[in-house]
């Protein structure tokens, strides 16, 4: 069974793979949770580069709303279970070793993560007591 720390790395991996789908950060956490699944065998390797790009499609197709939502959460799910399998596998020295690796790649999707902003200009607005009359521009931007 794992402990508390090491099923809060799997779940932000899990976490941190959906993100990362369709962003700059795809390319390194694709290939660095391939080859973390894979544990060096190039057909396990390629199979997860496979289930990975399975996992984009899925994201892609879902569209948003709701069913995006639905489908954010379900490979969330598939992935954190499958990197908590793969860590209760590992003998308990490997185990350390590999969640680091993970942390590592789930801080560098934390780091390449989208840059979400919101800008209000009001120069064109009027304020009256605690209203604001007329009309203004709010420009909202997401860097992806």
Known sequence: MLVEGLIAVAAAGGGAIVQAAGTDAWAAIRSGIARILGRGEEGREQAELERLDQTRA???????????????????????????????????????????????LVQQAQDRAPVQSTHNDFSNATFTDSQVLGSGTQNNTINR
């Open 58 to 104: 899925e994201l892609e197709s879902a569209g948003a709303g709701a069913e995006s939502e639905r489908v954010q959460t379900v490979l969330v799910t598939r992935w954190q279970t499958r990197l908590e399998v793969l860590l209760e596998q590992l003998p308990v020295e490997e185990r350390q070793e590999v969640a680091a690796e993970l942390q590592a």
